[in-house]
């Protein structure tokens, strides 16, 4: 379950107080006596962090403090920090960089907004900063409350909890789940609203400089009210740029990663499906140097539309959260080492990366037959895709009965199978699909049309799903044409008012079913961007014509692919393609069946691929089909096996492939045996030598490093200032090498 569904439980002594005639003068002892516990955050803005988290992650813990006036708390470890203003009312008054010792902030901010029953009110916040340019602490203390807001009246400090209990089932590099602490600020609203209440958690990470925040709004009242719509943040960055003139869609934004588990877009990547992040202007931000006060200046964080619920009398609603993470340098690999390492730690289930085959039949003979093909060479998950015929959604006693004999023969073998399920993308009917706003019928989706996961349709498509995987056994579902955000202005389905709570109600629909998937040990494959909801691949993002181009083209393409969709995401929590068989054309050529006679580009393939540590999906009825292809898949399992951890480690990128030239990459990993694994190839018809410079920084090596080359003799290297060592690598014609740093 996800954990904002969850009461918050308090670690420290909670103090809940009437609010009487003298109630805040009361409340504000309380909450003094509780600051004044916390340790004194004595840290100066201007300080830089001195060592690479990314080098050495265990010395950032993270830690709650008061400031040293006494009148608020920070958030921080030793890369990021947030300061909130307690008194007279809760407002964040800094958020630094410690990297890079920049206060990022220009105005004091309130902790959003939520508009109920109509009316907006704001979550904290302080009015009355004379200047936004910058802020001066003086200022602060002269700053009185917003009219009608919600004020503070107590705090919690408690650890992080799961946001998905992940069952860790299989081989994973980070079964670790992320640690930190967080606070928890109680909020009241004032008149008609003073018995409902905000709990806002802000958790701050132990080993990554990142902060993330979320609320419960609870109804104490005895009537239900209507939570509008919502803006979890609303902060005032200052701008790196601001030019007189020009479009400001153009302008520099801060040097910050802000991403919400509120993302939907029917897509790839995150920036393609964050429909929470805006960036917008600040029109009481009059000394800015932008002549028509266009700079886009103001983290908004909220939904689209909506979510339109309505809270019953003791009941909670939950928003959803956003991770904030500043970045110490505008580089892109270190960059995208951030962002990776962020995956891997506050979504460590997305470090899963089983080898699987695509299974393009249901018929049992072939299925046990691959069970048995996996089993023999290594693979370790069998995946019947789509057009094998298996259907989930059938969960007659037949079918529930046909399956579970096939995963129980498959367990037998040690092999998790599993089978797919198309969701939104496909037409069912006028009554059940989503309703455009625009035409007032279905049609003219992200996908066409699509079904409204919140008609009786789809209360009934997930109940199957359910039954199908609880009764079966199977471990991993394949997902595709998930929910890419769809509005529906139907008001006619069962579980939706109309057009302004649909889209927060499907979301909730699919991402209750992942999250259980994730908690119960299934594997979830979805083309869409739902890593921070449990699911453990999205698509690399290839063009699926592609794999209809012939062979040789597929092995440039397939290692462009691993090299340019590696920056931002882990590659264990991507997929590719190999088609074995024929996919969307192409006929013989573009096909490597029969096996046997294709040898070099089904080798290739998979050691390019096994090599980046991407899991392609190699879509077939087998896996070999002669003694020498067997020994091929197993020679390259093998070796993906012994190097595993280091092969999905980050990834460092040395040259694009263009078909000219040499092209490479390197793992990277200082807290393993093998600091790095580098892989060279040679796309030319001719044998190679060629001087390559190997950055070794992030392997943790200072002076020097002990290289070989495959499995041969190891030779120790002294490194550049840079951290760098200088190889004379030859590579064969249409061939590849590798080398192991320790």
């Known amino acids: 379950m996800n954990a904002c569904m969850k009461t918050v439980m308090a670690v420290a002594l909670v103090c809940s107080l009437p609010l009487a005639a003298n109630a805040q003068t009361r409340t504000d002892v309380a909450l003094e006596k509780k600051i004044a516990k916390l340790p004194v955050y004595k840290a100066?803005?201007?300080?830089?962090?001195?060592?690479?988290?990314?080098?050495?992650?265990?010395?950032?813990?993270?830690?709650?403090?008061?400031?040293?006036?006494?009148?608020?708390?920070?958030?921080?470890?030793?890369?990021?920090?947030?300061?909130?203003?307690?008194?007279?009312?809760?407002?964040?008054t800094d958020f630094v960089n410690r990297m890079t010792g920049e206060s990022m902030l220009r105005a004091v901010s309130s902790e959003g907004s939520v508009t109920i029953d109509g009316h907006r009110y704001s979550i904290g916040g302080l009015s009355g900063q004379p200047e936004r340019a910058y802020i001066k602490d003086e200022w602060i203390d002269k700053m009185t409350t917003v009219p009608g807001s919600f004020m503070v009246e107590d705090i919690?400090?408690?650890?992080?909890?799961?946001?998905?209990?992940?069952?860790?089932?299989?081989?994973?590099?980070?079964?670790?789940?992320?640690?930190?602490?967080?606070?928890?600020?109680?909020?009241?609203?004032?008149?008609?609203?003073?018995?409902?209440?905000?709990?806002?958690?802000?958790?701050?990470?132990?080993?990554?400089p990142v902060i993330s925040k979320r609320f419960e709004l609870t109804n104490g009242s005895s009537l239900p009210i209507n939570v509008d719509e919502f803006k979890l943040e609303y902060l005032a960055f200052a701008e790196p740029e601001s030019p007189g003139g020009g479009d400001p869609s153009t302008f520099m934004l801060p040097n910050i990663h802000i991403e919400s588990d509120y993302n939907c877009g029917g897509s790839f990547t995150e920036k393609e499906t964050d429909i929470t992040e805006k960036w917008v202007s600040d029109p009481e931000y009059t000394s800015q140097r932008n002549y028509l006060m266009q700079t886009p200046c103001i983290l908004d964080v909220s939904p689209k539309m909506g979510p339109d619920q309505e809270v019953?009398?003791?009941?909670?609603?939950?928003?959803?959260?956003?991770?904030?993470?500043?970045?110490?340098?505008?580089?892109?690999?270190?960059?995208?080492?951030?962002?990776?390492?962020?995956?891997?730690?506050?979504?460590?289930w997305v470090t899963e990366n089983p080898i699987f085959l695509h299974l393009t039949s249901s018929n049992m003979e072939t299925i046990k037959n691959a069970i048995d093909?996996?089993?023999?060479?290594?693979?370790?998950?069998?995946?019947?895709?789509?057009?094998?015929?298996?259907?989930?959604?059938?969960?007659?006693?037949?079918?529930?009965?046909?399956?579970?004999?096939?995963?129980?023969?498959?367990?037998?073998?040690?092999?998790?199978?599993?089978?797919?399920?198309?969701?939104?993308?496909?037409?069912?009917?006028?009554?059940?699909?989503?309703?455009?706003?625009?035409?007032?019928?279905?049609?003219?989706?992200?996908?066409?049309?699509?079904?409204?996961l919140c008609s009786d349709w789809g209360e009934e498509y997930f109940r199957k799903i359910k039954t199908f995987f609880e009764k079966t056994g199977m471990r991993c579902f394949e997902h595709d044409g998930s929910y890419p955000g769809d509005f529906?202005?139907?008001?006619?389905?069962?579980?939706?008012?109309?057009?302004?709570?649909?889209?927060?109600?499907?979301?909730?629909?699919?991402?209750?079913?992942?999250?259980?998937?994730?908690?119960?040990?299934?594997?979830?494959?979805?083309?869409?961007?739902?890593?921070?909801?449990?699911?453990?691949?999205?698509?690399?993002?290839?063009?699926?014509?592609?794999?209809?181009?012939?062979?040789?083209r597929q092995l440039i393409h397939t290692r462009q692919l691993n090299y340019d969709c590696t920056w931002d995401r882990a590659q264990s929590s991507l997929w590719s393609f190999v088609p074995l068989v024929q996919y969307h054309g192409g006929g013989a050529a573009a096909t490597l069946e029969p096996l046997s006679e294709h040898l070099y580009e089904y080798r290739t393939l998979m050691f390019q691929n096994y090599g980046a540590g991407v899991q392609a999906c190699y879509r077939g009825p087998r896996l070999y089909d002669t003694p020498e292809t067997k020994q091929v898949v197993v020679d390259v399992i093998s070796w993906y096996k012994k190097y595993r951890n280091i092969l999905n480690s980050d990834i460092i990128h040395l040259r694009k492939p263009d078909a000219r030239d040499w092209d490479g990459i390197m793992h990277v990993n200082p807290g393993e045996k093998e600091k790095a694994l580098a892989m060279f190839f040679n796309p030319t018809d001719r044998d190679i030598t060629r001087t390559i410079t190997l950055p070794l920084y992030y392997t943790g090596l200072r002076y020097t490093a002990r290289i070989r080359e495959q499995e041969g003799r190891l030779r120790r290297y002294t490194m550049d200032t840079d951290r760098c060592v200088t190889l004379e690598v030859k590579i064969p014609a249409r061939g590849y090498t590798w080398y192991v740093v320790e």
């Open 44 to 92: 100066l803005n201007s300080t830089r962090t001195e060592f690479d988290w990314l080098l050495t992650p265990q010395k950032s813990q993270a830690e709650i403090y008061a400031t040293a006036d006494g009148k608020g708390v920070v958030v921080a470890n030793a890369m990021v920090s947030r300061t909130f203003r307690i008194f007279p009312n809760l407002a964040t």
């Open 373 to 452: 093909q996996c089993a023999e060479v290594g693979y370790e998950m069998i995946i019947m895709s789509f057009g094998s015929g298996a259907n989930a959604e059938d969960i007659s006693d037949g079918n529930i009965a046909k399956y579970k004999s096939v995963v129980d023969y498959a367990r037998e073998k040690g092999i998790d199978i599993g089978c797919y399920s198309l969701l939104a993308s496909r037409w069912i009917s006028d009554e059940v699909d989503c309703i455009n706003p625009k035409t007032g019928k279905r049609g003219g989706m992200t996908f066409g049309s699509s079904p409204c």
């Open 312 to 348: 019953l009398p003791g009941k909670t609603f939950c928003s959803f959260s956003v991770f904030e993470m500043p970045f110490d340098s505008y580089d892109r690999e270190r960059k995208g080492l951030f962002t990776r390492r962020m995956y891997r730690t506050i979504a460590p």
């Open 156 to 208: 919690e400090i408690q650890p992080i909890g799961e946001r998905i209990k992940w069952a860790r089932s299989r081989w994973a590099l980070n079964k670790k789940a992320a640690t930190g602490k967080e606070v928890v600020f109680h909020l009241r609203g004032q008149k008609e609203l003073s018995e409902v209440t905000i709990k806002l958690i802000v958790s701050v990470y132990d080993h990554i």
């Open 488 to 552: 529906c202005a139907s008001t006619v389905h069962t579980h939706h008012k109309g057009l302004k709570d649909s889209q927060w109600n499907q979301f909730r629909k699919v991402t209750e079913l992942y999250h259980w998937m994730c908690e119960n040990g299934i594997y979830l494959n979805v083309p869409d961007f739902y890593l921070l909801n449990g699911s453990t691949k999205v698509s690399i993002g290839y063009r699926e014509t592609n794999w209809s181009l012939p062979r040789d």
